[in-house]
């Protein structure tokens, strides 16, 4: 299955400042997934990302808050804008594992807004 | 709507003894059902998945079933291990082949004692 590197591992940001998550996969792979995992909840989709085109938003999440990149097939990162307390969740990219059927994840983003 | 139940919310076991955490789902159509143990401030890591026409798997001391006629799947641990102590989360997808969209639950907390 893929390995998928994220960074930061965590963080602590101010209120209304962005922050940039990264995702570097080891191997080329079409649609990468970015979720949010708030504290005591499931896995929320934020938004797919497929490398050539805009990425494709769930409801309740829009590009002007999350803005996502997706220069490659290996790469992929998520800008959480104007943070707010509320924006304190883990962020965690995912791939599909092809002929596996299953989901590799990244290692997650813990965000903490003060 | 597809929805993912598990229980129990947690749990907390002595080391050495079994446990079994349930899943139930509402997700059709139904395409395969994994299950994920995530370990406090990682990513979720893949233990087994299972299609419509399996209804057992093994990984090391889990066992995963699933019973597709009544929407129901089950993790069993043997012998368990202080290691073991992660939320275990229970995913669904629905729909055939290619990429997919799943259906997380919200997990079950596994906290065990020596």
């Known amino acids: 299955s893929a390995v998928i590197s994220q960074k930061p591992s965590r963080d602590i940001c101010q209120r209304g400042t962005s922050l940039t998550i990264q995702c570097q996969v080891d191997s080329q792979v079409t649609m990468m997934f970015w979720y949010r995992q708030q504290p005591g909840q499931s896995l929320t989709l934020i938004a797919t990302?497929?490398?050539?085109?805009?990425?494709?938003?769930e409801s309740g999440f829009v590009i002007d808050k999350f803005p996502i990149s997706r220069p490659n097939l290996t790469f992929s990162t998520l800008t959480v804008s104007n943070m707010s307390p509320e924006d304190s969740s883990i962020y965690l990219c995912s791939v599909e594992g092809g002929g596996s059927r299953s989901y590799t994840f990244g290692s997650g983003t813990r965000l903490t807004v003060v | 709507k597809n929805q993912v139940e598990q229980s129990p919310q947690s749990l907390i076991i002595l080391e050495g003894k079994n446990c079994t955490l349930q899943?139930?789902?509402?997700?059709?159509?139904?395409?395969?059902l994994r299950w994920y143990k995530q370990d406090t401030g990682r990513g979720p890591v893949s233990l087994t998945i299972m299609t419509f026409s399996e209804n057992t798997k093994s990984n090391g001391r889990y066992t995963a079933t699933l019973d597709a006629d009544t929407k129901q799947s089950s993790l069993h641990i043997t012998a368990s291990q202080l290691s073991d102590s992660a939320s275990y989360i229970c995913v669904v997808s629905g729909r055939p082949g290619g990429s997919y969209i799943p259906t997380f639950g919200r997990g079950t907390s596994l906290i065990v004692h020596p």
């Open positions: 990302a497929n490398q050539g085109s805009e990425a494709t938003y």
């Open positions: 899943c139930n789902y509402t997700v059709s159509p139904f395409s395969n």
